[in-house]
């Protein structure tokens, strides 16, 4: 058997003519459109595949985690942390941001258009016991949702008009349009679907990111090489080669760039400044 | 539709995803069939001890949800798993690993049912003029063909139209993985259901297709 | 009549299903050429016998020997293959009449035998129906299909179980012709009916088996004008109550 597996491992691997460099990343950011913009770029310079395997973060974090995956991009700052801590990573970087929004009916009947503070829209939501729809998926999204229901001091858990899906951004999104319901979305997602929800507006954060005056909306993404040391089968030197050029200025500017045609407005912001420790 | 959903449908990427579909689920499968037809055939034809339990492992096996199969096959080809020195995660290699598993019980126990199923007077009959016992067997399986079709065209259309195995164990990835089903979910993922629509059209006319083929299979086998 | 060479013998055999005994046969001997009949009422055995002679079954006590080749399902398929029968309730298979024909050529693995095959259906009044599923037709003739589908493959023993029972009289002769041109290829047969008069016309020999036991064997002129028993004579006369 481990003949066989030998035999044919190589074989897979003599037969594979490009290296390949197994990214894993969440659907948002391939939605958005950004990877497949940016990549090409990537591919060409080391002569390589990115293959790339888009899930929920839960679900990246633990493909990464079983060595599957060389490389990880995710926005889920203490998974993470949680994640370099059990060593699976030695370092995670940070790459881009972006913000959440939270988009809502037309009508808006909880009043919370142009509200400054999210946790503050939340709580006129609970109050008025407007249908909420969250990802539920233990995703970055959800977790920055989580963490503002947390601020205003509200459980909405079990309430009845708080819809749990466990799905991904742009199903949760559509099932808020059908449903006329209030929805917290990243803003790239936001704007590359927004013609698909005619019943939905953009009520809080601000027409661009930097209109964003909630701090807390700060959806923050940082990649990480998995480490050789756990994982021997992970290709980190194409990995460490990834994570260098996704921070280099060159990149940098690309990632500032994207959207901007399309949307009027960048989707993310770079700021891969310095190395974490 | 409008005409650059035409033109959509003319997209190399969407040819590819056409075409890696037919082969990852035509060689899930070839395979299943390979095996599971003989054996199918042969649960069939014998009365042996422990009958029943083969029976119920393998039709409780037509109840698996494909995307507990994609679970289990993933464990199983993960780099931290036992065959992970393969490499044939996120590989349609291992989507016809995953498609092969779901397939294979749905031909072997509507086979056996169907070999099960023909009067056991046909088996004197036949002994009576003339034929071995592969032949006794092989004519027995030809009057079962009716059965024995549709036991193919059911797990072709299980393998065909799952999305849980596939999406698993080959991750959608663009250009390498990505299948109808997963493109489909992809595309209403993101809102697009007019495309999720027209990709599924195409899956139910290759679907038509293929059980068009594989009903003229089973006329011929009738003729000779 | 060939030589006094036996094509079978049968030896203390008694078969049973569970504890019912059905047959109970000391001593049988049916010779090379023959054409053995066999009469009695339904339930009285006759088929069992056929299925012994065909191998169908081991008996469960005593042989059945073809040639000194003794055996049941197990015997080699050379020997079984020079034997065939046509059941009383023939079993006609899911294809053309024409491929039911010649399914025993086919499994012998003579490919070339299309004109053999329209000789027969010809000679039974099956050539219309030549390339009808055999499946939709009617007794009677699925039953000269069953009938020629033997024929075909030139077997050196014939088993009929009532091969006339659900032909008309026409049809009926059809098949007995066929029947007697047989024996004079020295074929040998052995023929279950409870028609007496086709007994009587085509047998050389003729039993009379009653619950499981031969109670009577004879020459057939003999056995007709001069039956020894009397549960013979009364089943002959149609006076036995059973």
């Known amino acids: ?277 | 539709m409008s005409a650059d959903l035409l033109t959509e449908f003319a997209r190399p990427e969407l040819v590819a995803i056409v075409g890696l579909t037919l082969r990852v689920t035509g060689t899930a499968l070839f395979i299943a069939c390979l095996v599971g037809v003989p054996l199918g055939a042969m649960l069939g034809l014998v009365r042996f001890r422990g009958q029943r339990l083969v029976t119920l492992t393998l039709y409780t096996g037509m109840g698996l949800p494909p995307v507990v199969v994609g679970l289990f096959v993933y464990m199983l080809l993960s780099r931290s798993g036992p065959f992970g020195a393969l490499q044939w995660l996120f590989t349609p290699a291992g989507m016809i690993v995953a498609q092969t598993i779901i397939a294979f019980p749905l031909v072997a126990a509507l086979t056996m049912s169907a070999v099960a199923g023909v009067d056991r007077a046909v088996h004197a009959q036949v002994f009576a003029l003339g034929a071995s016992r592969v032949q006794n067997a092989w004519t027995v399986v030809r009057e079962a063909r009716v059965g024995v079709t549709a036991a193919i065209v059911a797990a072709f259309g299980a393998a065909i139209s799952e999305v849980g195995a596939v999406m698993l164990v080959g991750g959608n990835v663009q250009g390498q993985t990505r299948v109808l089903t997963t493109a489909i979910v992809l595309f209403t993922r993101q809102g697009d259901f007019a495309m999720a629509m027209a990709l599924g059209i195409v899956l139910i006319v290759i679907a038509f297709a293929a059980n068009l083929l594989l009903l003229r299979l089973q006329g011929r086998l009738g003729e000779r | 009549m060939t030589g006094a060479e036996a094509v079978y013998r049968l030896e203390s055999v008694e078969h049973r299903y569970g504890d019912r005994v059905v047959l109970q046969i000391d001593h049988l001997e049916v010779v090379r050429g023959e054409t053995l009949c066999v009469v009695g009422p339904s339930g009285s055995g006759k088929s069992t016998l056929l299925r012994l002679l065909q191998f169908l079954e081991r008996p469960t006590t005593g042989r059945v020997a073809f040639d000194s080749h003794e055996g049941g399902p197990d015997v080699s398929l050379e020997v079984r293959r020079q034997i065939t029968t046509v059941f009383q309730r023939p079993i006609v298979l899911d294809r053309s009449v024409r491929a039911n024909v010649g399914y025993g050529l086919r499994v012998r693995g003579i490919r070339d035998h299309a004109t053999k095959v329209d000789e027969l259906l010809t000679a039974l009044g099956l050539s219309a129906l030549a390339s009808m599923p055999a499946r939709t037709l009617s007794g009677g003739e699925v039953q000269r299909v069953a009938f020629g589908r033997a024929l075909a493959f030139e077997p050196s023993v014939l088993l009929l179980d009532e091969p006339t029972a659900n032909l008309d009289p026409r049809n009926a002769r059809l098949v007995e012709d066929l029947i007697r041109e047989r024996q004079r290829r020295g074929v040998t047969i052995l023929l279950a009916t409870h028609q007496t008069f086709q007994a009587r016309r085509l047998g050389h020999r003729t039993a009379f088996l009653l619950d499981g036991r031969i109670v009577e064997t004879g020459p057939t002129q003999e056995f007709f004008s001069a039956p020894r028993d009397p549960r013979t004579r009364a089943f002959l006369t149609g006076d036995m109550i059973y």
């Open chain 1, 1 to 277: 058997m481990a003949h066989l597996a030998l035999f044919l491992a190589v074989a897979a691997f003599v037969h594979a003519a490009p290296p390949v460099l197994r990214l894993a990343t969440t659907t948002s950011t391939e939605d958005s459109g950004l990877l497949a913009a940016i990549l090409p770029a990537f591919e060409k310079a080391c002569a390589c595949r990115v293959d790339v395997i888009a899930v929920g973060t839960g679900q990246a974090l633990e493909i990464a985690r079983r060595g599957d995956a060389d490389v990880v991009l995710v926005h889920s700052r203490i998974a993470e942390d949680q994640f370099v801590r059990e060593h699976h990573a030695r370092e995670r970087r940070d790459v881009m941001y972006n913000d959440f929004v939270i988009v809502g009916p037309a009508d808006d009947p909880a009043r919370v258009a142009s509200t400054a503070l999210a946790s503050d829209a939340f709580a006129g939501i609970a109050r008025a016991t407007a249908t909420f729809v969250s990802r539920g998926d233990k995703s970055g999204t959800e977790s920055a949702e989580k963490a503002v229901w947390a601020a205003a001091k509200i459980s909405p858990a079990g309430a009845a008009w708080y819809r749990s899906l466990g799905q991904g951004m742009g199903e949760t999104l559509v099932t808020a349009n059908e449903q006329r319901a209030y929805t917290l979305a990243d803003r790239g997602t936001w704007l590359s679907m927004r013609q698909r929800l005619p019943e939905l507006r953009l009520l809080v954060g601000g027409a661009t990111l930097a209109d964003n005056r909630d701090p807390t909306l700060h959806n923050q993404y940082g990649v990480m090489a998995v480490n050789p040391d756990q994982h021997p089968g992970v290709n980190f030197a194409l990995a460490g080669r990834f994570v260098d050029w996704l921070v280099s200025p060159a990149t940098q500017r690309a990632i500032g760039e994207f959207g901007r045609q399309k949307f009027g407005q960048s989707l993310f912001y770079p700021n891969a400044a310095r190395r974490e420790r």
